[in-house]
């Protein structure tokens, strides 16, 4: 399968190298010292689920020189969804499938307004990975799933063989019927774990260890589900207990993508995940301090670390 991975951090090197190791034409998208690091030694995985390796891998920082792609991995952060859809036309033809896999809920419509050729879908990600290096992924925590919409893009068949596909290498794929819902769930969690993580400065274990934090956690879950009730979304029965649940399993090192950004000093998809909360409930007349706490003690970090003030 001809593959273009739109987004080379650790979402899109984590997936996009393991289908490279199963045999894939696989081209990376990138650029600076990461683009010229790939170019040099190949892309680097040291994963906790599959183990450390090294491919020879493609790597471009102009989509125009990949040609027609059967599938492209979508997997920029929210706040750069516009402009690398726009970068991706050129990939893109009548039988191209993209592949959102990115945080929160509404990316596929958003890449559709862009790009008019092809199928856009979603898919949920289950998996902490980052770019360690130029170069090289770091997949530290999470169960590496990559979950699938029977009911996604009208593609039928297609979406069971994309599953199957990714499953035949190596990936921890799954089919569930409705995207919708698991797409809202994954929402959920992230807007908990990554929220109340970069919020609190503090890996997952600690949050859960103290009472006061672990409900917080859980308060902030529980709006989201209260807000995807309101548009018309039916979650499970007790989906932040299963969310509260799945994060003791995590590793208790582990933390959200949002509080690495924060200590890196990049830019947060804070108004894609509990800005997106605060927004609906308000819309809906729906209660959501837990959420609106994270939202505004992060929104000065939102493009970066604010500049400090001189006396």
Not at 128 to 141: F, L, M
Not at 149 to 166: I, P, S, T, V
Not at 219 to 245: C, F, I, R, Y
Request: charged share 20%; net charge positive.
């Amino acid at each position: 399968m001809r593959i273009a991975v739109m987004g080379t951090g650790g979402t899109g090197g984590f997936y996009g190298g393991l289908l490279a190791r199963a045999g894939d034409d696989v081209t990376f998208i990138a650029r600076g010292a990461h683009l010229e690091a790939i170019r040099a030694r190949g892309l680097t995985v040291k994963s906790r689920l599959a183990g450390e390796f090294t491919i020879p891998a493609k790597a471009t920082a102009d989509p125009q020189e990949i040609g027609r792609a059967d599938l492209v991995l979508f997997c920029v952060k929210t706040y750069d969804t516009e402009p690398a859809a726009a970068l991706i036309r050129p990939v893109v033809g009548p039988g191209t499938v993209i592949v959102s896999v990115q945080n929160g809920i509404d990316n596929d419509e958003r890449i559709a307004r862009v790009v008019p050729g092809g199928t856009t879908i979603c898919a949920a990600a289950q998996v902490n990975a980052h770019v360690e290096g130029p170069g090289v992924i770091g997949q530290t925590a999470g169960a590496g799933r990559l979950i699938f919409g029977a009911n996604a893009g009208n593609l039928g068949k297609r979406n069971e063989q994309l599953y199957q596909h990714f499953k035949d290498a190596g990936i921890a794929a799954e089919l569930q019927p409705d995207i919708k819902a698991v797409l809202w769930s994954k929402f959920m969690f992230i807007c908990g774990f990554s929220g109340v993580t970069a919020l609190t400065r503090l890996t997952i274990g600690p949050i859960l260890a103290c009472p006061e934090t672990k409900a917080m956690f859980r308060g902030t879950m529980a709006e989201v589900e209260a807000v995807a009730k309101s548009q018309g979304v039916a979650l499970a029965v007790g989906v932040p207990d299963q969310g509260l649940k799945m994060s003791a399993g995590l590793e208790p090192w582990a933390k959200g993508s949002m509080a690495h950004d924060l200590a890196s000093g990049r830019r947060l998809e804070l108004e894609s995940l509990n800005g997106t909360v605060v927004r609906l409930g308000q819309a809906k007349s729906v209660p959501t301090p837990f959420n609106f706490a994270i939202y505004g003690a992060l929104k000065p970090f939102v493009n970066g670390p604010p500049a400090t003030p001189k006396p």
